[in-house]
């Protein structure tokens, strides 16, 4: 049997392919790490749907972009942690300045009072 | 420092700003609830009438001066005004709606037997009062208010005269001016048009003798010769305006067409506080004053209780007129 690479799919890593593997198995394995993608998809957003009113939109959504980022495969957390906040703040301030409709502050409202 | 480290600190600097810059201004957004982040003023009229342009110039007023983050304009036409009434009446606690309305709607009430009325929402101010004036074809045999008040006695029913919508400011006018000349009322030939552009019409194309409509909608006829004034509804001569009242001339007929705004029944206290400053706000803007002078409005700006104890004397004083004229 020929040395396989380690590989990354999604959340789970594979390091080493099992004794048992056969061809067929490896479709099983695709097809679980699929799912548990899709699932931590989902129930992010559904977390993200509940938290939004508590947390506000900036810090709920920098969460999501986080934990979908993770879901999808990435290895690079701390990154991630700074796209997501770019994102989610970059949004806000388009809705703020460009649209002159506020998201929901949630937490942060009235946080910075003595700016405002 | 090598180009890597320097390109990691260089994008952490910027999301680190970047989201800073979003909390603070998450944090004065002070929640939903406040009628200064957006707000939709009602105008119960097709657009380009008297409330279409009191709505649009509210909003340009207020969109220049950021009195609110977004103003937009809605129009809901239709029964002198009481088919927008009853939407937002409907809306309920609504914290983001002004509903212009003006003694033009006092009348529709009445005439429409409108299930609901101005004492289902909660009046705000009172901004502007414009008039109305009487006018002949530049054609016409009736020279002055008397030539016509004296065709008016001889002949009600071949004298048509036309105006607005029924149970509107025209159509008092018409009722009171009949009523000041001894006749009855409800002999008046009243044709009621949907708005001034369409009586110009009817009296440029002879359908009607004389019209009834706000100065505005006849300025342009009016300085051009088409179109001769005989009267105006002020109490006062108003300045700037070049027509007799029709007190001037012995008729004791005047009535002013006021337009304000009333907001949604539900409010809380702070929302109305809120609303109440914003429209202070528009009032003392320089581009308010200017829409003043520009349409020949008199500012009459009445805020609060005053303007809730006006409305409840204007509405009784409609519906006597309206009962007495046995419209």
Redesign the interface.
């Known amino acids: 049997m020929t040395q396989i690479e380690p590989h990354t799919t999604g959340s789970l890593r594979v390091q080493r392919l099992p004794r048992w593997y056969t061809g067929v198995s490896e479709m099983i394995i695709v097809a679980g790490v699929l799912l548990l993608t899709v699932g931590i998809v989902v129930g992010s957003l559904s977390a993200f749907i509940l938290i939004m009113p508590l947390l ?3 810090l709920a959504s ?1 969460l999501l972009f986080w934990v979908i980022s993770w879901a999808f495969g990435s290895t690079r957390p701390v990154f991630d942690v ?2 997501a ?2 994102m ?3 949004i ?2 388009a809705f ?1 300045a460009g ?8 937490i ?6 003595w ?2 | 420092m090598n180009r890597r480290t320097l390109v990691t600190t260089a ?2 600097l ?3 700003l ?2 800073v ?12 609830a406040s009628p200064r ?2 707000i939709t003023l009602v105008a119960p009229a097709a657009p380009g009438g008297g409330w279409d342009a009191f709505a649009r110039e509210g909003q340009q007023a207020m969109r220049i001066n950021g009195i609110a ?2 103003v937009q304009v809605v129009n809901v036409p239709g029964a002198s005004g009481t088919i927008g009434l009853g939407q937002v009446v409907g809306m309920g606690d609504r914290h983001d709606l002004l509903l212009v309305t003006g003694g033009v709607m006092l009348g529709g009430i009445i005439l429409n037997d409108s299930a609901v009325s101005l004492d289902d929402t909660v009046p705000i101010a009172r901004l502007a009062d414009d008039f109305n004036v009487l006018v002949v074809p530049g054609d016409s045999p009736f020279e002055t208010l008397e030539d016509f008040v004296a065709a008016l006695q001889n002949d009600a029913g071949g004298t048509a005269i036309a105006g607005g919508s029924l149970g509107g400011i025209d159509h008092l006018l018409a009722g009171m001016l009949a009523a000041e000349s001894g006749i009855d009322p409800q002999t008046v030939n009243y044709i009621a048009y949907p708005g001034g552009g369409e009586v110009v019409t009817s009296l440029l194309s002879s359908t009607a003798a004389a019209g009834l409509s706000g100065y505005n909608e006849f300025r342009d006829q009016i300085d051009s010769g088409n179109l001769r004034a005989l009267a105006i509804s002020a109490h006062e001569p108003v300045e700037g305006i070049d027509v007799p009242t029709f007190r001037e001339q012995g008729v004791e007929v005047s009535m002013s067409n006021w337009r304000g705004y009333v907001a949604p029944p539900g409010i809380t206290d702070e929302v109305y506080d809120e609303l109440v400053a914003m429209v202070t706000e528009l009032r003392a803007t320089e581009e308010w004053t200017d829409t003043l002078e520009r349409n020949n409005w008199v500012d009459s700006f009445m805020v609060g209780d005053e303007f809730a104890d006006f409305i409840r004397d204007e509405s009784d004083r409609t519906e006597a007129i309206v009962r007495g004229l046995g419209l």
């Open positions: 506000g939109w900036l920098t700074g796209v906040a770019l989610a703040a970059l806000q301030l703020s649209l002159g409709l506020s998201l929901p502050p949630g942060l409202e009235g946080v910075f009072s700016i405002n | 994008f952490a910027v999301a680190s970047a989201f810059l979003a909390a603070i201004n998450a944090s004065g957004s002070g929640g939903a982040t957006k983050g977004g």
